[in-house]
């Protein structure tokens, strides 16, 4: 481990696994690399000084243009099932520069992403540009404010150069902080390219992250269920504010519970089980209903890649891999319902719940009604003239709402302080996401991309400021898109 005045205190766990799992990359040098946002607070957590990552060096070091002796770069190596398609991948233009340990002695990941090609680049250019770095430090810092498990951005620095796409954009790298970036996809690697090398992996993985684990009398099967049981509660919060993430591949499901990869995510204004933002998802695979069902898919794709571990017979690793992943819809399904419970004010659990949550999002469905909002008119009893809270069968949900908090038997006030607590008053609506992103890509103005992040800093603060950001988008003939970001 190194220090520095960064305050950077370095490890290299990862790279002392097997060589097949990685390869030591140089990032590509570039010419003026600036750094335009930086997350004190994430910062100051990890122990480092955010003065020093400002300055000229920050920058030269946060691009990749200078790296220390203590750092050591390297690609990692994955596969995994894009679009159900099984496939080579790999870091394709990212570097991972060691793991810090904090004061605490937690340990992150810290990832460069857009610093060039790597031997995984697979004919792209491993560049970023600077939207989609922006996109995902705002939309990633939003969902850790949410409460929802996932990777960090650092900084974003743009780097003095055009990247040809449609058009020429700025370049720019974002900085990544991550429990780990180990991966579904990174299991499916070992067990099709490196299978020598498995065991070697899911130790590490069970080090890393479930050390308890380790005294289990099955412990990769332990591993596959924990794994499992997280994978459950965090698309349980997805669900439950409304994010769609829009690609997800089994390579980037990281076995952590973090959420990984904001490519083309949006949130969810206008309530529709089958709602896709992304370009490239024709068919509405990865659409916002069916994430519980690609997620239980993409874990079957886990427990497949660890049969060899789980058992000696492979009828029995089968049946044991079974076992834990018929666990997955229940754990779901509780989360869910207790996360809605919640969003509902409801205090205690009663069996009808279930078909509460399920009436009222039929309602929301059928009026058009807008996810986030109509919880939040719940939980301030604003029922203003709209189609939906004219409805007979509103009415008749409301009422239904109303004698089951009285069962609850908990003031009103308790009641409404679940409710906000569990309700965000703002999301990274994606009207408010564009209009920030537009100055800076064309004029490099941050100003707006600064407010909306401090905005989206305290979701569940419910002050007069938020209100503007709560407004859903005006319509539009042409639905809302969003782009991988490559």
Not at 144 to 162: K, N, Y
Not at 281 to 287: E, F, K, L, W
Not at 366 to 389: H, K
Not at 415 to 439: D, F, G
Request: aromatic fraction near 10%; charged fraction near 20%.
């Amino acid at each position: 481990m190194q220090t520095n005045d960064f305050g950077f205190n370095f490890d290299h766990s990862y790279a002392r696994l097997p060589a097949s799992l990685f390869s030591v990359v140089q990032p590509e040098p570039v010419p003026h690399p600036q750094v335009v946002i930086l997350n004190d607070r994430l910062a100051e957590s990890l122990g480092l000084n955010p003065e020093a990552l400002r300055s000229g060096a920050g920058a030269a070091l946060l691009s990749g243009n200078e790296l220390p002796e203590w750092s050591l770069p390297l690609a990692q190596a994955y596969a995994g099932h894009q679009f159900g398609y099984f496939t080579m991948l790999g870091d394709g233009r990212a570097v991972l520069l060691g793991e810090q340990i904090t004061p605490s002695g937690q340990r992150f990941d810290v990832q460069l992403k857009g610093t060039g090609r790597t031997p995984y680049s697979r004919g792209g250019d491993g560049k970023a540009t600077i939207g989609p770095m922006l996109r995902e430090y705002i939309i990633s810092e939003a969902m850790h404010a949410l409460g929802i498990p996932t990777t960090r951005s650092l900084a974003v620095v743009t780097t003095g150069e055009q990247v040809p796409r449609e058009r020429d954009l700025p370049g720019a790298v974002l900085t990544r902080v991550a429990q780990s970036h180990l991966r579904v996809g990174t299991f499916q690697y070992a067990a099709v390219f490196a299978k020598e090398d498995l065991r070697a992996l899911a130790d590490y993985s069970l080090e890393r992250h479930f050390p308890q684990l380790a005294q289990e009398e099955n412990k990769y099967q332990a591993l596959l269920g924990r794994v499992i049981k997280a994978q459950a509660e965090l698309v349980a919060q997805w669900m439950l504010v409304g994010f769609i993430h829009g690609v997800m591949n089994t390579d980037n499901m990281a076995i952590s519970g973090e959420t990984i990869d904001y490519g083309p995510c949006a949130f969810m204004d206008t309530y529709d089980p089958k709602t896709v933002f992304s370009s490239i998802d024709q068919d509405g695979r990865y659409a916002y209903g069916n994430q519980p069902h690609i997620a239980a898919w993409n874990l079957a794709r886990f427990a497949e890649s660890l049969l060899p571990l789980l058992a000696d017979n492979e009828e029995q690793a089968v049946q044991l891999a079974n076992e834990e992943l018929a666990q997955f819809a229940p754990l779901y399904n509780q989360f869910y319902l207790d996360g809605m419970r919640g969003k509902l004010g409801l205090t205690n659990r009663e069996e009808g719940d279930s078909s509460l949550v399920e009436d009222l999002l039929k309602l929301m469905h059928e009026f058009q009604a807008d996810y986030t909002n109509t919880f939040l008119d719940l939980t301030f009893g604003r029922f203003q003239a709209s189609p939906l809270y004219q409805s007979d069968g509103f009415a008749a949900w409301k009422e239904r709402w109303q004698d089951r908090l009285t069962r609850g038997q908990q003031s009103l006030e308790l009641v409404q302080e679940l409710m906000k607590q569990s309700n965000p008053a703002v999301i990274p609506r994606n009207h408010r996401v564009e209009e920030a992103l537009r100055p800076a890509v064309s004029k490099g103005d941050y100003s707006l991309v600064d407010k909306l992040v401090r905005i989206l800093a305290d979701p569940f603060a419910h002050s007069a400021e938020q209100v503007e950001y709560a407004q859903p988008p005006e319509p539009s003939a042409v639905p809302y898109r969003t782009f991988c970001g490559t």
